[in-house]
């Protein structure tokens, strides 16, 4: 720096020209050394601070530092922060606190002309324009006015524009000829004739033409007035044809004429806004794709980067750090996408802050403003305070998200009004409960998959709210949505726990859910709406349709299917013929058969009525009859409710014995998928079936077998525990020919021990018998493989005699699975003379199944070999040795050699007989000999 001030000295126009240059670098190394020491410093100030405070602070920082840049680029501010999470209310109240500071605030909408650069640029200067004063701009137009050239057009035009000199010529020409024609005529005439050359008659022109205006009266008003008339015409268009012209330009394209009208503008702010400084706004960048986004960040460090003017720039920046950070690498990790994405955002802003979301507290005042402006929630007294704290509890201090919920909670409150001004009174309960309507608008919004199956089975909404009483958890029928992630379970848990809800602990319903459903459906209220009494008796006598009586029955409270139910019995018993009552109580129960397991409808059914009311069941033909007990019980079993099994104990117990088969059959024809029957429908089934019993056991076996898994186990151990050792023997010894039923009864009433099962399995195979055996082999996996060839091997060991083994062979060659091997093994080991006795049958290829492992072949082979060359009976020998030969006996298939001397010492040289010692021979010759 010293060195360049003596160059100065030296040679001032070169020296002061690098001098500046180097000054200015400095300074410009300086300015970046020092934002990076000022935003350490902000954020070091703003992080301890809450947003009301920030909003001073961050006013602060641009009054300190607008226009501060060494003059080289413009201060921006970026402020990220997600939707919703107080963005634009900060900027509000930022704008505010600037405009005391003397700021003029300019709001630029980027998301809706920023697809298109050149419309951005229009709509940029259009909004600096309209920030300059009234007097100002009426000074540009009438500079334009007077020079006929645009300031600061941006859109193409063609006007015919009037030269305002040209005008002001032919105006005073045509004002100086209407004076020396109109005003002075006499005048006019006396300075001609002075003109004219002296040997002019000058006295008889001037009597001639005096002589001639004095009879025409051409001073007259009339006649001045029709030569105007007649001269004024052509005079406008000689006016135009003289001083006007066409003027022509296409709209405004190329960033040089942009920034020309920018730095325009730019002048117009700096002299004529006196005092006042420009910040400008550009909010939520992130509804932008992210590379218009990047376009319009580009412009604001290019185009648009003048000291003058200071941004604030809002929106997720976090969308855009990963889309420029994927630009730069593009590798797929995340991690690098936004590391790098975020140190490119820090070169693009000044100060780069994340928005801090608001306090508890100043959340619910922000939510508290939010209700007092509101139409219809502001008026709830309580009400009003829980749908606050449900606010502050589910959306996370989402500024909008508030908003949006108070403005749709005002027009659902709204539209409640106006359903029962329109007479539809069944709303009136809607309006008396506006923290369900919260509640309803919070599965929505929250948990929109769950409320989609709601609207389609508003009872879902019942069964998820009783759920919450039995600390269950999210229940099964959820588990698909909590696995394919599609509802937060924590979200769902909370919404549970909540006090408000449709239904009490003890499972009755205190309004019509559905209802409440429909404000955020389109569908019909008319199918929603449950019944009063006389309307639906009169449904039953005109509707058939058991699911249209379902969807009227459950739209209904608990109070009121009390009141419907005890209309029916009313009208019913005053019919006289049973098949009459039945037509009645048949369709009510196919309708309640329809709503899940635990609905409301089949508690208030149970509750109203009376053993007596079904007493008429008994006169009415098998199959009705049938049909009405089963529904009848089926409907009370669900429920699960310890004061209607009592109630109901003592009713149906004796059946006569025609009724009990079309009875079973309602169970089988009705059997539940997804399901069991509770302790009551257990009872009643074991109790008929333990009285048919004795008179038709295979009958009841098969039909308990079809039914035993979805009945209650511990009903059946206490109604069948008499009958448990006849059932066990049953199944052992297959009586009846049911072993499938049989086991299915015992094994799901009481459990099989799979020690005593092989018990009785060893007993049975010892008898060749091996049924039970092949049971366990081919229907369960109760018994290893094993296990079952442990069983086989046990028998082989128990073997008595040849026929013995030939028959255990038999029925173990199809049967054994991991155990030829030690088959062989114990034959050769303890049953050899057996095995020589039966040699012609064991070659048959039926026994190919039980083929050992070449090392057991060889090992069976020696000893069969030792065991013939020891027998006395050479009749014997002659027969056995045949099968010693490799091709006459599919054991030794694989097997390639055997010992070198495979029958004893001197069996050979001892043996005179010709035809032993050629088939010695033969054995030896069809191996190879170790």
């Known amino acids: 720096m010293i060195m360049a001030l003596a160059g100065i000295i030296r040679n001032p126009k070169k020296s002061t020209m690098k001098f500046v240059t180097e000054v200015k670098s400095k300074v410009l190394i300086a300015t970046g050394w020092m934002a990076q020491v000022f935003q350490k410093t902000f954020l070091s100030k703003i992080a301890t601070k809450n947003p009301e405070e920030s909003v001073e602070q961050v006013v602060q920082t641009i009054h300190e530092n607008h226009n501060n840049q060494a003059d080289a680029e413009s201060f921006i501010f970026g402020i990220s922060g997600r939707w919703g999470e107080g963005k634009t209310f900060f900027l509000e109240g930022l704008e505010v606190a600037l405009e005391e500071k003397g700021f003029s605030v300019i709001r630029i909408n980027p998301w809706k002309y920023g697809q298109e650069k050149v419309s951005l640029l229009r709509h940029f200067l259009e909004r600096l324009y309209d920030a300059i004063p009234l007097l100002p701009r009426l000074g540009v137009q009438l500079k334009t006015f007077m020079t006929g050239k645009e300031f600061l057009s941006l859109d193409d035009y063609s006007r015919t524009k009037i030269n305002i000199l040209k005008l002001s010529l032919l105006v005073l020409f045509l004002f100086s000829l209407f004076v020396i024609i109109i005003i002075t005529p006499h005048e006019t005439i006396d300075f001609l004739t002075k003109l004219l050359p002296d040997n002019w008659d000058t006295e008889e022109i001037n009597a001639f033409a005096t002589e001639k205006l004095t009879a025409t009266n051409w001073s007259s008003d009339g006649i001045q007035i029709l030569i105007f008339a007649l001269f004024i015409t052509p005079i406008i268009a000689l006016v135009f044809s003289t001083v006007g012209y066409k003027q022509s330009r296409g709209r405004v394209t190329t960033l040089t004429e942009f920034d020309s009208i920018l730095k325009r503008i730019l002048l117009l702010l700096k002299f004529r806004i006196k005092g006042r400084r420009i910040c400008i706004f550009v909010d939520d960048l992130d509804r932008l794709h992210p590379a218009n986004a990047r376009t319009i960040l580009d412009l604001l460090r290019t185009f648009f980067d003048k000291p003058e003017l200071t ?485 082989a060991r128990n073997i008595a005699d040849h026929n013995d083994l030939l028959q255990t062979t038999n029925n173990v060659r199809d049967r054994l699975k991991d155990g030829n091997d030690e088959y062989w093994s114990i034959l050769s080991g303890s049953h050899l003379d057996k095995v020589v006795v039966n040699l012609a049958n064991l070659v048959d290829q039926g026994y190919e199944k039980l083929k050992p492992s070449v090392k057991i072949a060889k090992d069976l082979h020696k000893s069969l070999a030792e065991h013939i060359s020891g027998v006395e009976d050479l009749s014997t020998a002659k027969l056995s040795l045949p099968y010693l030969i490799k091709d006459r006996w599919w054991i030794w298939n694989d097997l390639d050699s055997i010992n070198k001397n495979p029958f004893k010492k001197n069996f050979y040289k001892q043996n005179s007989d010709t035809e032993i010692k050629d088939l010695i021979n033969q054995v030896k010759n069809s191996f190879e000999m170790e």
């Not at 879902?460 to 599609?486: A, V």
């Open 311 to 795: 941004y604030v720039i809002t929106g997720d920046h976090t969308i855009l750090e990963k889309y420029i950070g994927k630009q730069i690498h593009k590798d797929n990790d995340k991690s690098t996408h936004l590391y790098e994405g975020r140190k490119f955002m820090k070169k693009m802003f000044t100060i780069y802050w994340r928005l801090p979301k608001p306090s508890d507290d100043t959340f619910r005042e922000f939510i508290r403003d939010r209700v007092k402006k509101s139409s219809r929630l502001k008026d709830l007294k309580t009400e009003k305070k829980v749908i606050s704290e449900y606010l502050l509890k589910y959306y996370q201090k989402n500024h909008r998200e508030v908003i949006r919920f108070i403005e749709k909670f005002d027009f659902n409150y709204s539209l409640v009004e106006r359903r029962i001004n329109n007479g539809k009174e069944h709303y009136e309960e809607v309006k008396e409960n506006p923290v369900l309507i919260a509640r309803i608008m919070l599965y929505e919004d929250l948990t929109n998959p769950l409320h989609e199956m709601m609207i389609e089975d508003p009872e879902l909404l019942e069964r998820l709210e009783m759920t919450s009483f039995k600390k269950q958890g999210i229940p099964d029928f959820l588990s698909s949505l909590e696995k394919e992630k599609l509802v937060d379970p924590q979200i769902l848990t909370k919404l549970q726990s909540e006090k408000h809800k449709f239904v009490t602990p003890d499972g009755r319903v205190l309004v019509n859910y559905k209802t409440f459903l429909q404000l955020t459906t389109t569908s019909s209220s008319t199918d929603i709406v449950g019944w009063k009494p006389d309307t639906f008796w009169t449904v039953l006598q005109t509707n058939d349709d058991p699911e249209a009586l379902k969807n009227g029955l459950i739209g209904n409270s608990d109070e009121s299917l009390s009141q419907n139910f005890e209309k029916l019995k009313a009208q019913v018993f005053e019919l006289q013929a049973p098949g009459d009552k039945y037509q009645f109580f048949a369709k009510v129960m196919n309708a309640i058969l329809l709503t899940h397991s635990d609905s409301k409808v089949r508690r208030a059914w149970g509750e109203v009525i009376e053993p007596a009311d079904i007493e008429f069941s008994a006169k009415l033909d098998t199959e009705q009859r049938a049909e009405f007990v089963y529904s009848f019980i089926a409907i009370i079993d669900s429920t699960n409710k310890n004061k209607l099994y009592k109630k109901f104990k003592d009713v149906l117990n004796q059946p006569d014995p025609d009724f009990i088969d079309p009875l079973i059959n309602q169970f089988l024809q009705n059997k539940l998928k997804d399901t069991t029957y509770n302790s009551f429908a257990t009872h009643k089934l074991t109790t008929w079936l333990k009285n048919e019993y004795p008179s038709n056991q295979d009958k009841i076996i098969s039909s308990l077998g079809q039914l035993i898994s979805q009945l209650d186990r511990d009903i059946l151990q206490e109604e069948l525990n008499d009958l448990k050792e006849e059932l066990f023997q049953r199944f052992y010894q297959n009586t009846g020919g049911d072993r499938i039923n049989s086991y299915k009864i015992i094994d799901y009433t009481w459990g099989t021990n799979t020690v005593k099962l092989i018990q009785e399995i060893k007993k049975l195979v010892a008898n060749n018998d091996y049924s039970l055996f092949d049971f366990f082999n081919n229907n369960t996996g109760k018994i290893s493989k094993k296990e079952l060839d442990s069983i086989l091997l046990e028998r």
